[in-house]
């Protein structure tokens, strides 16, 4: 199964700790996007990036949340300093092409389930 | 502000009838429109989508109907059946927003054997 892979799969950390969220693409896609969805809210864009770049990062938190996609390796969203609020299910979609055409699909992973205390 | 709204939280259907789900948006530049379905514990998947110079699109039990001057978009499930008790979430792109999607809420769909 070539699908998107993320893990963990669940997350618990106490306040002030750090979460490291890793998602894999699809095999061949280099497109990643990062989503939250917040209880009872739908899926909120947070962050597109391509290898070694990121190209939108609009709806990322300006502090504590960074995101990277190495040349190697899988994409990590990162929450420093983690608050209640940041209690989440993050969804990572990759895609084959740039969401340019618009006809291009992206694909979800299974999704890390945050819980802080 | 909610550009895409799904103003339905939940359906609840009949093994065999009809399932209509609604959608409403309010950024006219939104040019292209997709549902996902997506069952707990998963990540949503792709199910149907449309552009804005297609009013209709089909796909096996699965249509979507876009009325741009309503700015209202519905999926239609016929016949529904069990295996389709999901989340489906309404999105919508833009070419001047590369195309990622603003989702919708999400409508709980139940369909009774």
């Known amino acids: 199964n070539a699908g998107v892979m993320q893990n963990p799969r669940h997350l618990v950390r106490r306040r002030g700790q750090e979460a490291r969220l890793r998602c894999s693409p699809m095999?061949?896609?280099?497109?990643v996007y990062w989503y939250r969805q917040l209880p009872e809210e739908g899926l909120k864009f947070m962050v597109y990036?391509?290898?070694?770049?990121?190209?939108?990062e609009s709806g990322m938190p300006k502090e504590r949340f960074s995101a990277e996609f190495p040349k190697e390796g899988p994409s990590i969203l990162r929450i420093q300093q983690v608050v209640r609020g940041d209690s989440a299910a993050y969804f990572c979609?990759?895609?084959?092409?740039?969401?340019?055409?618009?006809?291009?699909?992206?694909?979800f992973g299974p999704g890390t389930r945050l819980t802080v205390l | 502000d909610q550009q895409v709204k799904q103003n339905s939280p939940s359906l609840s259907v009949q093994e065999g009838r009809i399932s209509i789900l609604n959608c409403d948006y309010t950024?006219?530049?939104?040019?292209?429109f997709l549902w996902y379905k997506k069952y707990p514990a998963e990540g949503p998947t792709f199910l149907i989508s449309?552009?804005?110079?297609?009013d209709k699109n089909e796909d096996g039990r699965f249509t979507v109907f876009l009325n741009k001057s309503a700015k209202h978009l519905s999926l239609h499930i016929v016949p529904s059946q069990p295996g389709d008790s999901a989340v489906y979430f309404c999105?919508?792109?833009?070419?001047?927003?590369?195309?990622?999607?603003?989702f919708g809420r999400g409508t709980s769909l139940i369909v009774h054997p």
């Open positions: 979609a990759s895609s084959l092409t740039r969401q340019g055409s618009g006809t291009d699909t992206q694909y």
């Open positions: 950024n006219s530049m939104f040019d292209y």
């Open positions: 095999k061949g896609h280099s497109h």
């Open positions: 449309i552009s804005s110079i297609k």
């Open positions: 990036l391509q290898k070694e770049n990121i190209i939108d």
């Open positions: 999105a919508a792109s833009a070419a001047g927003g590369s195309y990622i999607p603003t």
